[in-house]
């Protein structure tokens, strides 16, 4: 089992920046890839970054705004989300899978992005 807590969500203007963190805990030795999903109001969980050894992958409506990165000392995963715009608003999820493809996701944090 992994456990993930996610913070640093909150209210913000449009043009304006958050970090998001992720703290893992538990069996975090077999994980493979991490990332970040969000879901806004009445809409579908999406996809927003991952993170697979050194290399990452964005959604195209993030890319070159937002920047996902591990403190493996600290078992941490962040989201750096700069330029956010109202469309942004959602609940961001943090989500790992291990070699065996099994899935494990936080609580979520809100973001609120006011124009």
């Known amino acids: 089992q992994v456990q993930l807590v996610e913070s640093g969500g909150g209210l913000v203007q449009a043009g304006g920046s958050l970090r998001l963190s992720c703290a893992l805990s538990g069996n975090i030795f077999n994980i493979n890839v991490m990332g970040w999903y969000r879901q806004a109001p009445g809409k579908q969980r999406e996809f927003v970054a991952i993170?697979?050894?050194?290399?990452?992958n964005y959604a195209d409506s993030v890319k070159g705004r937002f920047t996902i990165s591990r403190d493996n000392a600290k078992n941490t995963v962040f989201l750096q989300m700069n330029s956010l715009k109202p469309e942004d608003t959602a609940v961001y999820y943090c989500n790992v899978r291990n070699f065996w493809d099994v899935d494990y996701w936080g609580k979520g944090t809100p973001v609120t992005v006011s124009s």
């Open positions: 993170i697979k050894g050194g290399s990452t």
